[in-house]
């Protein structure tokens, strides 16, 4: 299984990025998948999610900024990130969790996104 996660880089502040996850091994269809960031000195946070149904979730500090989306026939999950701020820093990780067990779950190897003010 991979999870190849990609599209950081550096953008100003409220500027826009977009990051892509690539799944390999998997049923895409049948997983949730999500976004975790970590930004230096601090744990991993959920940031948002979609269900294999298309339901998504996100964390306040990222609502109504940042859009998640997935392209089954593609494999791929995507984040748009609009309005972009400093604290958005963080190394980005994607994750899929089976629909019906949570004990499946696999996370890519993180992508970097700086946000200068």
């Known amino acids: 299984v991979q999870l190849q996660a990609s599209g950081g880089g550096l953008a100003q502040a409220g500027g826009s990025l977009r990051l892509s996850c690539v799944a390999s091994?998997?049923?895409?269809?049948?997983?949730?998948m999500g976004w975790y960031r970590q930004a230096p000195g601090k744990q991993r946070e959920w940031v948002v999610t979609v269900s294999s149904g298309d339901t998504t979730n996100s964390a306040d500090s990222v609502k109504g900024r940042f859009i998640i989306s997935r392209d089954n026939a593609k494999n791929t999950l995507y984040l748009q990130m609009n309005s972009l701020k400093p604290e958005d820093t963080a190394v980005y990780y994607c994750?899929?969790?089976?629909?019906?067990?949570?004990?499946?779950?696999?996370w890519g190897q993180g992508t970097q996104v700086t946000v200068s003010s």
């Open positions: 091994g998997i049923i895409f269809s049948i997983f949730d």
């Open positions: 994750n899929a969790v089976h629909r019906r067990s949570t004990f499946v779950n696999y």
